[in-house]
Nanobody, 124 residues
Framework: VQLQASGGGLVQREGSLRLSCAASGLTFSSYVMGWFRQTPGKEREFVAAIDWSGSNTFYTDSVKGRFTVSRDNVKNTVFLQMNSLKPEDTAVYYC??????????????????WGQGTQVTVSS
């Protein structure tokens, strides 16, 4: 199984980025897909998730109204559209795939597969 995240970069405050995560080696449409982020010295933080069908999405409060998670089950890809970016959004962003999430979509320990991470830096 491989999850390949891309789309990170350097952007100014209030700018936008679109992250992509291409999955292979798994039945993509059977998995909840999540996005997490991490900064040095801090625990991995939940950002957003989308259920297998794309019908239900979940966001941490700090990104609601600014970020949008979506998926394409034909292309086996999940996206994170990030608008109105703030310096505090600076982090390495990871995509993750999980089938059974007994602790909820926000719990990183329940996800089975992880991408390698992509750096997002928002300058002020």
């Amino acid at each position: 199984v491989q999850l390949q995240a891309s789309g990170g970069g350097l952007v100014q405050r209030e700018g936008s980025l679109r992250l992509s995560c291409a999955a292979s080696g798994l039945t993509f449409s059977s998995y909840v897909m999540g996005w997490f982020r991490q900064t040095p010295g801090k625990e991995r933080e939940f950002v957003a998730a989308i259920d297998w069908s794309g019908s239900n999405t979940f966001y941490t409060d700090s990104v609601k109204g600014r970020f949008t998670v979506s998926r394409d089950n034909v292309k086996n890809t999940v996206f994170l559209q990030m608008n109105s970016l703030k310096p505090e959004d600076t982090a390495v962003y990871y995509c993750a795939a999980g089938r059974f999430l007994p602790d909820g979509v926000e719990a990183p320990q329940d996800y089975e597969y992880w991408g390698q991470g992509t750096q997002v830096t928002v300058s002020s």
